[in-house]
């Protein structure tokens, strides 16, 4: 006697609606009908965000140079220095 295996039902594609449902926590996108999630990047000066997928660049965080930070301290020169050397680091990595 045969035993006869229930297939899954097929995926139904990913829709905008999906992508506006997704919580504060995440970020996602649609690639080739498919919705890839990943965990949203924490935001601090300095910080840097890899993504494991090929192609997709590389994030560093910085606060905007405006005057209100600027005359508030809470960017300085020095920081705001700080995050370019460590953007000709990476780029320097990535390209050797």
């Known amino acids: 006697m045969r035993k ?8 139904k594609p990913a829709t905008y609606e999906d992508l506006i449902a997704l919580p504060e926590n995440v970020v ?3 690639i080739q009908g498919e919705l890839i999630v990943s965990p949203r990047p924490a935001f601090a000066h ?3 965000a890899r ?3 090929p192609g997709v ?5 910085a606060y905007h140079p405006s005057r209100q930070n600027t005359n508030t301290g809470k960017l300085t020169a020095d ?3 700080d995050v370019f050397k460590s953007a000709r680091r990476l780029l320097a990595r990535e390209a050797g």
């Open 46 to 48: 300095g910080s840097v």
């Open 79 to 81: 920081m705001l220095e």
């Open 57 to 61: 660049p590389i994030l560093m965080g």
């Open 4 to 11: 006869l295996r229930a297939m899954a039902p097929p995926k």
């Open 28 to 30: 996602g996108e649609i």
């Open 51 to 53: 993504f494991d997928v």
